[in-house]
């Protein structure tokens, strides 16, 4: 019985380390801090942008996919993201985030399907932001944790990579480019 529990807490124990030192979550702001090209929400979050993106379940397989017309625009130091999603199925889905920039390279940002406030911070060629969404209905209205990194890359395409979670446990991955929209 003892080396059942001795092998139970060693699972265990394997199971945190490898999360807090060697996973998507292990990522810290200050890791990029010195990657360039430098990322600018005004710059980078502003105009017709296209996205395009995977939505994968819990067991790792393809769940979704989407196109998104973008649209930033910029009044000082507070912003307007507004998103227009099409989905593989054909269902439609209009969100709109709201900026505010901070000190430090730190913003908050709300959205209606977000509860509270966002919290997110430029650091070199990257933008972390946390928050708790709000499923639509149709999706089973869960409120799951976000980790939202996005990734500035040498020609402009931001990589948009998240975590979304419950209880702790990831339940979807979204992985999404997003980059200055030719056609509009």
Same mark, same amino acid.
């Given at each position: ?9 060693? =699972?265990?124990? +394997? ?10 979550? /292990? %990522?810290? @702001? /200050? &890791? #990029?801090? $010195? ?12 105009? @017709?942008?296209?996205?395009? =993106?995977?939505? #994968?379940? @819990? &067991? ?7 196109? /998104? %017309? ?6 000082? &130091?507070? =912003? ?6 099409? #989905?593989?199925?054909?269902?439609? %889905? ?17 959205? &209606? $399907? ?26 089973? =209205?869960?409120?799951?944790? +976000?980790? $939202?990194?996005?990734?500035?890359? $040498? ?11 419950? #209880? ?17």
């Amino acid at each position: 019985m003892k080396l059942l529990i001795a092998l139970l807490l060693f =699972g265990f124990a +394997v199971i945190v380390v490898k999360t807090m030192f060697f996973s998507f979550r /292990a %990522q810290s @702001p /200050a &890791d #990029y801090a $010195d990657t360039a090209p430098a990322f600018s929400l005004k710059t980078h979050l502003s105009g @017709p942008i296209l996205s395009e =993106g995977l939505i #994968y379940g @819990p &067991d790792g397989r393809v769940t979704s996919r989407f196109t /998104a %017309q973008m649209h930033g625009t910029w009044e000082g &130091d507070t =912003g307007t993201l507004s998103e227009a999603f099409t #989905y593989s199925t054909g269902r439609k %889905q209009n969100r709109k985030w709201f900026l505010t920039l901070g000190p430090d390279n730190s913003f908050t940002a709300t959205a &209606d $399907d977000i509860v509270g406030t966002a919290r997110g911070v430029v650091s070199g060629a990257t933008v972390r932001m946390d928050y708790k969404i709000i499923l639509p209905p149709e999706a089973g =209205g869960h409120v799951l944790t +976000v980790t $939202d990194w996005l990734y500035l890359t $040498d020609n402009g395409v931001i990589l948009n990579r998240s975590e979304l979670r419950k #209880y702790g446990f990831k339940v979807a991955e979204l992985l999404a480019t997003m980059r200055p929209d030719p056609e509009r």
